[in-house]
């Protein structure tokens, strides 16, 4: 099975190394010295990983072959697709591939449909799951146990318990422009008392 374990982004320096966004949990072995790994487009590979190292936070590597700025350049924004065994599992028992939990349903504790996992992404802080939702809007899900409370694979959920704010944003936010929209028509039925410089910065944070 073929998994994207990386995107490549910018070009580092002038000695054909790029800057790469994980999206493997395990970049010391799917992105080590000597991996060879397919290519979306399939044009720019195979691409066989010459040296690799951490700078500012930011896994950089060189391929062979690619020896130059331009070289290094013409790379960026292509996928980096390693083969695994779909029968492979992680060695700790509470770790999962992203090929795992793709497309896992997103529950609360509660049993409220949160949306499906489309995408895992991996920030140097922590992973996030991206959820698509029903009406086809995104929200970003920290992949730790605090929020994170169960996943169960065999049947294909993640049961969060999201804390206030989390998911439920958009609502917060229809209610600011609720506010802000009942401001505004009060203004305009010339209400008597004067606005003041105060009540137009509180305005202006509303918008």
């Not at 497309?103 to 799951?129: A, K, M």
């Not at 802000?180 to 410089?197: D, F, H, N, R, V």
Request: aromatic share 2%; charged share 30%.
């Amino acid at each position: 099975m073929q998994l994207v374990v990386a995107r490549i982004g910018r070009a580092h320096g002038i000695k054909g190394e790029v800057t790469v966004e994980v999206r493997t949990d395990e970049p010391e072995l799917r992105l080590a010295p000597g991996a060879v790994l397919a290519t979306e487009p399939a044009s720019a590979g195979p691409l066989t990983i010459e040296t690799g190292r951490v700078h500012s936070g930011r896994l950089l590597l060189r391929f062979e072959g690619v020896s130059d700025r331009s070289a290094a350049e013409a790379l960026r924004n292509t996928l980096l697709i390693a083969e695994v065994d779909p029968d492979e599992l992680p060695e700790e028992e509470d770790e999962y591939y992203d090929h795992q939990l793709i497309d896992l349903d997103v529950v609360t504790e509660d049993g409220e449909t949160v949306g499906r996992i489309s995408e895992i992404s991996h920030l140097p802080s922590q992973d996030l799951f991206i959820v698509e939702r029903p009406d086809g809007t995104e929200v970003m899900i920290p992949f730790v146990a605090e929020i994170v409370t169960g996943i169960d694979l065999e049947e294909q959920r993640a049961v969060i318990a999201p804390p206030p704010g989390l998911i439920d944003d958009r609502a917060e936010i229809a209610s600011s422009r609720d506010a802000a929209s009942w401001q505004a028509s009060e203004a305009a039925k010339g209400s008597e008392a004067p606005q003041t410089a105060e009540d137009s910065e509180d305005s202006g944070d509303e918008s």
